[in-house]
């Protein structure tokens, strides 16, 4: 198991650097920094001085790669790849094209993130798994087709306008919530309702859907007609022998999620102000801030690759029979 | 000619869609296990009825992309044609696109949404002003209701009488009997809908003659026209997305389940690698360069017309990009079960070479996968394109998309009294394309999955 993980660590690596050269190349190869300095100074009338200072204050006035004026070390480090791409596998995000330390702002944004993320994820868990159990439960029944035809209508619903809905009905019209904003501590719990239930109410569609289709691959297996057969009610049977297997997919489809709970929701916490990492990724592309989403786009695939990570280890958890090695 | 055609790079690929969809229709036609899955997709009601609407959607979207140049009436005799270009649904909604009013109007309205100050015999006053186009035809002590209302039943009668026309036709030419033969076992409810959907689609055009239906914009332009438009958009963002990524994900997957070995590493780390950076952040990234170059070849690209297309036809690439990995990690899985089975096993001990076994022996076998992956991420892209264009990494602000459509009606939210018919627009045209599509995704994936089926 130790072996295994350790091997698992190491593979992650390649994926990383690729990760990592993929940004590099997207952001300094495609265009060059003369480019990105001058969509920032607009368009028109940008002096060669103007774009040359830009370029110095954020660094990326070095040679891309290979710096043949330095000497030594000098020459592979004192470059753009080396300042702003190889840093960040040290978790050195560096600074913002608008000079804050994105680090910083990371380690700030992160936990009103989490205060989002966490409860719409328990709470949309529970919801799914008790709505999709009581479709298995009337399977084939009328209940059990109009059931999903609602899913499937809301599956086709854009997540926008779940959030719009309910900013205005709820918030505006019938003023139960504040419309948007965030606070510290635990007077933040008032903002955070609203966003919460329409994160979980615009889930329902597609989770529900996905684990009604979990537990019926499980009610017609053997062991399952064997549990009916010595008597079990039909709840029973759900609740014990259906439930309890199903749960493995369930769980290991929310384990790989967890890690990305840190990014946050950029359309919910956008709408609704929160200062979480979504809003702070949605700020950054909209005013076009490179560093800001090169910086987002490496810490998304290192939380990815730990969730596939937690994936495995939770597979031996919940199932003895798999083993890993 | 009255007219000179346009084809941007978006019409090209779409007309390359259909001849490819028509070269589809003929394939299946001549195999009878391929028909065999189709004609269980036709017993269902719902899809039937859900390709019919999207059909409807699909032709509009069609005739939007015919682009021409209209000639411009000029002085002396030279032929020359308008700068502007104009699709062959522009041409049939030429009153909806030119009933222009000065600012909001709600839906139905014949007064503007705010007031101003009027000019009238007694003086000024501050009232709503009358619409110039709403309800204009409108007499004394008429009233829009009953107007309405009798243009309903009026419609609802010819789109019945248009429906039956088509059936009389259909049926005249081949009996009834063959259509049940080839499969189509619901074909009430295709009439059904295609009843409704005439009626429905009847009775806009006639309203809107007269009326906004949707209301009016900001700058007073129809808010059903611009709904109507941006089913193109949706449709080609859909579609083409998928056609961009199928070779790729086509090729690399076979050659990784087939040839194992180091081909298979180096793919399934290429497809690792993009599918660890989250999706809105890798065609975040890929727009924002975008945007980069094309503010800075500004040159290359002759009217905003070319540009906005050209920044659509990259959005579909970058969507294609960031989503051909699943589908390659499905091939990939099916390939390597395939590479195992007796019958290539054989084709091996034959001699046949590599290349054919994976033409002949493999590909026919996984073609179902690519169809399910294809009909079921039509829907998906659809509502990205929304998202995507809330958060300006989209399509162009000029073209006309329900993703742009949400974005400006957003602020309209906060304003007094709200202007919402814009989100309405939006959410009906929108909810409805993804709906169908959707409930037809679900009969191809039940039909076509061989898994599912052994289970039933």
Redesign the interface.
């Known amino acids: 198991m130790m072996a295994y993980l350790i091997r698992r660590m190491f593979y992650a690596i390649?994926?990383l650097i690729?990760?990592n050269l993929?940004?590099f190349v997207?952001?300094f190869v495609?265009?060059s920094a003369d480019?990105?300095a001058?969509?920032h100074l607009g368009?028109k009338r940008v002096t060669d001085a103007a774009i040359t200072e830009w370029k110095a204050e954020r660094g990326y006035d070095k040679p891309l790669v290979w710096n043949s004026q330095a000497s030594g070390m000098d020459a592979l480090t004192d470059t753009i790849f080396y300042q702003k791409s190889v840093k960040l596998f040290a978790f050195d995000f560096g600074s913002s094209d608008s000079g804050r330390h994105i680090g910083y702002d990371i380690s700030q944004r992160m936990w009103p993130s989490l205060a989002l993320a966490i409860p719409i994820m328990i709470v949309g868990l529970a919801v799914n798994i008790a709505f999709s159990l009581i479709l298995a439960f009337f399977r084939g029944s009328p209940l059990d087709f109009w059931g999903v035809v609602l899913c499937?209508?809301m599956?086709?619903?854009?997540?926008?306008?779940y959030i719009?809905g309910g900013?205005?009905l709820l918030g505006?019209l019938w003023s139960l919530f504040p419309i948007s904003g965030y606070d510290v501590g635990s007077n933040a719990a008032k903002f955070l309702v609203l966003p919460a239930l329409i994160g979980v109410v615009s889930a329902i569609g597609s989770g529900s859907r996905w684990y009604r289709t979990l537990f019926l691959?499980e009610i017609?297996k053997d062991f399952v007609r064997s549990a009916r057969a010595k008597g079990l009610s039909e709840a029973l049977v759900l609740a014990k022998h259906v439930f309890r297997n199903a749960l493995i997919p369930i769980l290991t489809g929310v384990v790989v999620v967890l890690p990305?709970l840190f990014?946050g929701s950029?359309?919910l916490e956008s709408f609704f102000g929160i200062p979480g990492l979504g809003s702070y990724?949605?700020d950054a592309?909209?005013s076009?801030d490179?560093a800001i989403?090169?910086a987002?786009?490496f810490l998304?695939?290192v939380l990815?690759?730990v969730g596939l990570l937690l994936t495995d280890i939770s597979y031996t958890l919940a199932d003895p029979r798999v083993r890993l090695d | 000619m009255p007219f000179q055609p346009v084809i941007l790079l978006t019409d090209a690929f779409i007309f390359l869609l259909l001849i490819m969809a028509g070269f589809l229709v003929w394939h299946v036609r001549r195999h009878e296990h391929l028909l065999e899955a189709w004609r269980q997709v036709g017993q269902r009601k719902v899809a039937m009825s859900a390709a019919v609407v999207l059909l409807f959607y699909v032709v509009i979207g069609v005739l939007d992309s015919m682009h021409f140049r209209p000639l411009a009436e000029n002085a002396d005799n030279k032929i020359q044609y308008d700068t502007k270009v104009l699709s062959v649904l522009d041409l049939a909604l030429t009153q909806l696109r030119e009933q222009k009013e000065k600012t909001y109007s709600a839906p139905f309205a014949t007064h503007l949404y705010s007031k101003e100050t009027i000019e009238t015999l007694s003086g000024t006053q501050r009232d709503y002003p009358r619409l110039v186009y709403g309800g204009a035809h409108l007499g004394e002590g008429e009233t829009v209701v009953a107007d309405v209302l009798v243009t309903l039943i009026k419609s609802a009668a010819l789109g019945v009488a248009l429906t039956a026309f088509l059936y009389l036709l259909v049926y005249r030419f081949s009996a009834r009997e063959r259509w049940s033969q080839r499969g189509v076992g619901s074909h009430q409810v295709v009439w059904l809908t295609l009843t409704v959907l005439m009626s429905s689609l009847v009775a806009l055009l006639w309203l809107s003659q007269n009326y906004h239906v949707l209301g009016t914009d900001k700058v007073g332009e129809d808010v059903l026209y611009q709904a109507i438009k941006s089913i193109r958009t949706g449709v080609v963002i859909g579609s083409l997305t998928t056609l961009v990524m199928l070779p790729a994900a086509i090729i690399l997957g076979l050659m990784a389940g087939y040839f194992r070995g180091w081909v298979d590493d180096v793919i399934q780390?290429?497809y690792?690698?993009?599918?660890?950076?989250?999706g809105?952040?890798?065609i975040?990234?890929?727009v924002?360069?975008m945007?980069?170059?094309m503010?800075?070849n500004q040159a290359e690209f002759n009217t905003v017309l070319e540009r906005s297309d050209m920044r659509l036809f990259f959005l579909c690439l970058i969507l294609g990009i960031t989503s051909w990995t699943g589908l390659c990690r499905l091939l990939r899985g099916e390939t390597l079960k395939l590479g195992q089975l007796e019958y290539v096993q054989a084709a091996k001990a034959f001699g046949v070479s590599d290349w054919r076994i994976l033409l002949r022996h493999i590909t026919p076998n996984v073609m179902h996968i690519v169809l399910i992956v294809i009909v079921l991420d039509f829907?998906g892209l659809v509502?990205a394109e929304?998202?995507l264009s809330?958060?300006?990494?989209g399509v162009d602000p000029s073209t006309h998309s329900?993703g742009n459509m949400?974005n400006s009606a957003?602020l309209e939210?906060a304003r007094e009294p709200?202007v919402w018919w814009s989100?309405l627009g939006a959410?009906v045209f929108?909810?409805i394309l993804?709906?169908a599509a959707?409930?037809l995704a679900?009969a191809v994936r039940d039909a076509f999955d061989p898994r599912l089926k052994d289970?039933s």
């Open positions: 390649p994926i690729g990760v993929l940004t997207l952001f495609v265009n480019d990105m001058r969509l368009n499937v209508a599956m086709s619903i854009s997540g926008l306008f719009i900013q205005v505006k691959e017609n990305t990014m950029l359309l990724t949605i592309i909209q076009q490179f989403v090169r987002m786009v998304g695939a990815y690759i | 780390y290429l690792t690698t993009l599918s660890s950076v989250p809105v952040l890798l975040a990234a890929a924002l360069m945007q980069v170059y503010s800075n829907s509502l929304a998202v809330y958060i300006n990494i329900w949400i957003r939210l709200v989100l959410f929108m909810f993804v709906l959707n409930l679900d289970q």
